[in-house]
Structures are given as C-alpha cells and as structure tokens.
Nanobody
Framework: QLKLVESGGGLVQPGGSLRLSCVAS????????VGWFRQAPGKGREGVSC????????NYADSVKGRFTVSRANPKNTVYLQMDSLKPEDTALYYC????????????????????WGQGTQVTVSS
C-alpha cells in the first residue's frame, strides 16, 4: 500500500517561505497524480495544487497561483510544494495525497478524487 509522509511545516512570518515535502513509500509515485490540500479550522479541505505523474502539467488554486510551486522528483519518490510570499490566510494543516493515473485525461485538484493521504503538516503564518 502506498504511504505518504509530509514534512516541512512550521511557523513563518508573513512574506516568508516554506518548502513542504511529500515522501512516498510502498509504491513508486511515477504513475500517480499527486495533490496538495489544506484545511483550516472550521473550514473544509481545499485543493491547493496538483501535478501529473511526469511533472509536466500542474494546476493551482487561484488563491496560491504565482506564490506556490509544485514539483516532483520521481527518482526520490518525492513531491514538493514550495510556498513563497506566505500570507496569514495560508495557515492550515497541509496534506499531500495521491491518485493512480489510469487514463491521463484529467488532473483533479478535488480532494474527493484522491485515494491515499498523508498525515498532514501544520503551516502557521503569523507575525
């Protein structure tokens, strides 16, 4: 079974940067769509970014476009989320998740589409 572990969260001031990592084990990520999601207290889980198996296609939520960058290092079985120009509203528990890509015809950033989830890493943006 695929296992995902996120790391890299922490406390950062507004305008700062963090890089989150999602490391997979139990299976290769080469054939999986990977998404990043976040959930703030009292709010639902929202899609932040997603990336296709090769890393050649990415999607971003409007709220993070231009500030966050998703990338993947398949030889390391790792996906990253580089977060720059962080804002207090970015504060949330961040998750990575994976979905086996059977068709290659879509790239969802909807959490309902994903099957495998990490435990989450907390990102807090505060001065």
């Amino acid at each position: 079974q695929l296992k995902l572990v996120e790391s890299g969260g922490g406390l950062v001031q507004p305008g700062g940067s963090l890089r989150l990592s999602c490391v997979a084990s139990g299976s290769a990520l080469d054939f999986y769509i990977v998404g990043w999601f976040r959930q703030a207290p009292g709010k639902g889980r929202e899609g932040v970014s997603c990336v296709n198996p090769t890393g050649g296609t990415t999607n971003y939520a409007d709220s993070v476009k231009g500030r966050f960058t998703v990338s993947r290092a398949n030889p390391k079985n790792t996906v990253y989320l580089q977060m720059d120009s962080l804002k207090p509203e970015d504060t949330a528990l961040y998750y990575c998740a994976a979905l086996r890509d059977y068709s290659g015809s879509w790239l969802p950033c909807d959490p309902k589409a994903y099957d495998y989830w990490g435990q989450g890493t907390q990102v807090t943006v505060s001065s």
